[in-house]
């Protein structure tokens, strides 16, 4: 078979339809009918000379061959968009497309140097990058720099693929937070306060896990809400049914309101490594990424003057290398 112009239209369609999962979760996606798409998969199929997935009240399911040429035009793709990005290059100054990824609420936090960086990039003359940014759980946004879907992430990272490269950044604080009309927002700090959050209802996120309980010493059995974020959590906590901790800089807009109250603060506290993420093996990094990442150097340089307490007791590098985040009660 040889590919023109037609045929990747083709095999842009077939890439979306099992990414959606079936012909009519794609129907959004390209813009057009589920018939027309049938007719599209059929002429695909005719072209190459076997069958792609089987279609019908079964529902959609990838044939052997399917599945392997689905993995093929993902390469296929990846290669395509490094050619132009690479070909953009050639042109005088900064162009190409720059994806970044990065951690929710990370906004409020004084010490990420991200926002800073940007500011940093697009003032540079002759910079015409375009830039996506994708706001991802930790898990996600290491596949998706895995898969060349990003080209740089930041947060906080439990898994550490070999193929992942990570700088560490800085440490944000949690607290634990409870609604002003929750029960224990009444309560005088001491051993009766903390026996009861040890038994209290709680919302972690997933990608922490139970790491988030190691402070308060309590068991798995008050775990009633698990998500994915961090304004998830929140919006949890603000029903008044749920504690649970959140980052300090994220809530201190509703503590000082007093919607929000921090639940014995100078005892339950605790911390998480926030990393930057890139591919360990990229030969051929853009233009606009290594720009960007010498303003990430930079900017993280000022940082530490600015927000020592972020980086006082500044982890080694060797220690984003381990399972569970930093944890400390103080």
Known sequence: MVVGDIDLRLLRVFRTVVEA??????????????????????????????????????????????????????????????????????KRGLSGHLRIGILDAVITD???????????????????????????????????????RLDVAFGTFCGFPSALSYKPLYRERDVLVCHRDHLLARMTPGPLLSREISRTR????????KQELIPLNTSDDTIFATVENVEAAALLIQSGAYIGFLPEHYVRPWVERG???????????????FAMATRALNPTPSQALTTFLECVDGVHETMKLRHPEAYCDQFDPADVNVETPLLMAS
């Not at 079936?22 to 599209?40: E, V, W």
């Not at 079964?58 to 296929?76: I, K, P």
């Open 259 to 273: 919607d929000m109250v921090v639940l014995m603060r100078d005892q339950y506290v605790r911390y998480s490594n």
């Open 110 to 148: 004084p010490a990420c140097p991200v926002s800073p960086a940007l500011q940093e990039f697009s003032a540079l003359p002759n910079n015409v990058v375009r830039i996506s940014v994708e706001v991802l759980p930790p898990r996600e946004l290491e596949t998706q720099l895995l898969d060349k």
């Open 21 to 90: 999962g079936g012909f009519s979760n794609a129907q959004a996606l390209l813009n057009t009918s589920q018939s027309t798409i049938s007719t599209q998969m059929s002429q695909l199929e005719i072209r190459l000379g076997y069958r792609l997935c089987d279609r019908g009240r079964s529902g959609f399911r990838l044939t052997e061959q399917g599945d392997l040429l689905y993995r093929y035009a993902v390469q296929l793709f990846q290669s395509l968009q490094q050619f132009q990005l690479q070909a953009e290059e050639l």
């Open 202 to 209: 709680k919302v972690i996120r997933t990608f922490l896990g």
